[in-house]
């Protein structure tokens, strides 16, 4: 038997407010849809109120005795600071290396290994001496080895902390990098490995075969 669709009507009765308003009378809403039963609810919004307070409604006394229209709004004049981001938002290319004490620790094994996230092609050696980054590249000649070298020192001229470069024949550059007054890494060396990682090496690479 095929059922016939009728709606739910939901009537609401608000009493008659305060305000001398003459609009401020009963005001009925109706809200219809359809269901499957005949069913119509009536609720009165007085007593208790199981439906909640529905729409605006006028500020009390005691709400506009306390001015809270005014702390809502704020004041024209209020003051706006640009904040400048902090050194640790900013990339490692970005930041400066600063004087590193003797007296300083070296990095841990653990701090070296997450601050690897941020450099690329560098290798963490272990080795008797302390930790140590290392970057290989391979390039097309010996020419084009000795050109990177220049690249490289003209990016960490002014940082003051430079790493240990090594021009292999035929066509490979090696670098290291750490710490020795610390036996080992600090952030400065992290930071001149950032640095170097943003130097074009493109046309420097190895042609690439092409087959047929």
């Known amino acids: 038997m095929a059922s016939t669709a009728t709606h739910l009507s939901l009537t609401l009765l608000l009493p008659r407010l305060s305000s001398p308003c ?23 919004a007085m007593g208790t109120d199981f439906l909640g307070d529905f729409g605006a409604r006028d500020p009390f006394p005691a ?3 306390s001015g809270f229209g005014e702390k809502v709004l704020g004041n024209g004049n209020t003051e706006h600071k640009i904040l400048i981001p902090k050194t640790s938002a900013l990339s490692l290319a970005q930041q400066d290396c600063s004087p590193v ?16 996230k941020k450099v690329v092609g560098w ?10 980054l ?10 084009c080895g000795v050109e990177l070298i220049n690249r490289i020192y003209k990016v960490i001229e002014a940082t003051g902390h430079f790493p240990n470069l090594h021009l292999e024949e035929p066509n490979q550059v090696r670098a290291e990098l750490w710490t020795a007054s610390v036996g080992g890494l600090s952030m400065n060396d992290f930071i001149v490995a950032a640095k170097i990682d943003e130097i074009k090496t493109s046309d420097l690479a190895p042609h690439k075969r092409i087959w047929a």
């Open 134 to 143: 290392q970057c290989l590249w391979k390039l097309r000649d010996f020419k």
């Open 22 to 44: 003459p609009h401020h009378q009963h005001l009925v809403t109706k809200f219809s849809f359809p269901t499957r039963s005949r069913l119509a609810i009536r609720t009165r």
């Open 123 to 132: 290798r963490l050696l272990d080795e008797e001496g302390g930790l140590k």
């Open 63 to 65: 709400e506009l005795e």
């Open 101 to 116: 004490s003797p007296l300083q620790a070296p990095m841990s094994v653990d701090d070296a290994k997450a601050l690897m």
